[in-house]
């Protein structure tokens, strides 16, 4: 009885000492729980925005603005600009060694299109350059309506980032759907799920920045200059 009873008090001891640790651990779950809770639906939320995104029926502004990252979203902006969606194309963020006839060959485009109609902006190197690249040029021409050509996943970031150096200019999206994530199961595609969870985290890091008021880089590989006339 005696060797049952210390056997018994000991293990009320160990009752004891684990029972402040389990609250410890289950409250920091908890805690834990709820912003990771909160990042998973500001993700979903994320992703159904992105797939909601579906280009307007009769795009119709003075001008057009392409972010570079494809020549599909060049060809889309080249299609809208000869349709008459905008009076003029702006380019952003071309690679320096890339020239006008290049582009014009690649989007198989008339030379009299791209002499009168099309600028080419080289100094954007990042989302935050093309703001920049794309507000100058805007600014210059006096602009007040802008259809913005990017990939759907990549629209949210460059309407944040376009409205922040231009809050004065009305910026329409023409998402260039790459990835139907309306009709398909996105979610077991690797490739299609890391480029939406790393487009989301670009696109938190910009939020928090828009709110905390900081100002970031111009995003430009030299100081800011006019985009050019597309060259033959």
Known sequence: ??????????????????????????????????????????????ADTVA???????????????????????????DLLKSGAGKRLLISGVHPATTGSQIRRN????????????????????????????????????????????????????????RRARPETEFIAYPVVNSDLKTTNWLRNPMVLKSILLEFGKYTVASVRDIAGARPASGLRTVPSRATPAEE
């Open 52 to 78: 909601s995104l579906q280009p307007p029926d009769n795009p119709k502004a003075e001008a057009i603005v392409v972010l570079t990252g494809g020549f599909q979203r060049i060809d889309q902006a080249v």
């Open 107 to 162: 989007t198989q485009s008339s030379a009299d299109l791209f002499k009168c109609c099309v600028d080419i902006g080289h100094e954007a190197i990042d989302t935050i350059g093309n703001a920049t690249e794309a507000s100058q040029w805007i600014s210059d021409r006096g602009y007040k309506r802008v259809l913005v050509v990017t990939n759907n996943y990549h629209m949210p970031r460059s309407l944040l980032e376009l």
């Open 1 to 46: 009885m005696a060797g049952g009873g210390k056997w018994q008090g000991g293990a009320e001891q160990e009752r004891a000492r684990r029972g402040p640790l389990r609250k410890i651990l289950r409250r920091t779950f908890f805690v834990l729980l709820v912003p990771f809770a909160i990042i998973v639906a500001a993700f979903l939320n994320f």
